[in-house]
Nanobody, 124 residues
Framework: VRLMESGGGSVQAGGSLRLSCTASGYTYSSYCMGWFRQAPGKERERIATIRSDGSTRYTDSVKGRFTISKDNAKNTLYLDMNSLKPEDTAMYYC???????????????????WGQGTQVTVSS
C-alpha cells in the first residue's frame, strides 16, 4: 500500500490550493481516509476525514474553508483548501485506516498507511 500526496505550494493569505493523494495497492472505497497536518514544533493534527460511505467530518479550524472528497475510480483523495490563512502553514499528510466503523475519532496510531507529505506555506 502506497500513498502519495501532491499539490502543495506557497500561496498568499486568502488563496486556494488543491491537494491530491493517490493510492496504489488497495482501493479507497473500503477505507477511512484522512488529511492531517503538522506545523514545526507542533503535534500532528487531524483536519478532515471521509468514510467509505462518503460522510465527512472536519476539525473546527477548517470548517467552511476546506473540503475533503475522493474519486474511487481514480483511487484519489482530495483536499480543497480555500481562504487559506498563515496558520494553515504545515506539512500535509494523507492517511488511510482499514476499518471505517470509527473514522474521525479513531486514534491517529490506527491509521496504518501514510503518504510522505506535501508542504503548504501561506504568507500574509
Amino acid at each position: 500500500v502506497r500513498l502519495m500526496e501532491s499539490g502543495g505550494g506557497s500561496v498568499q493569505a486568502g488563496g486556494s490550493l488543491r491537494l491530491s493523494c493517490t493510492a496504489s495497492g488497495y482501493t479507497y472505497s473500503s477505507y477511512c481516509m484522512g488529511w492531517f497536518r503538522q506545523a514545526p514544533g507542533k503535534e500532528r493534527e487531524r483536519i478532515a476525514t471521509i468514510r467509505s460511505d462518503g460522510s465527512t467530518r472536519y476539525t473546527d479550524s477548517v470548517k467552511g474553508r476546506f473540503t475533503i472528497s475522493k474519486d474511487n475510480a481514480k483511487n484519489t483523495l482530495y483536499l480543497d483548501m480555500n481562504s487559506l490563512k498563515p496558520e494553515d502553514t504545515a506539512m500535509y499528510y494523507c492517511a488511510a485506516r482499514r476499518s471505517d466503523g470509527v473514522c474521525y475519532l479513531a486514534h491517529i496510531s490506527t491509521f496504518a498507511y501514510w503518504g510522505q507529505g506535501t508542504q503548504v506555506t501561506v504568507s500574509s
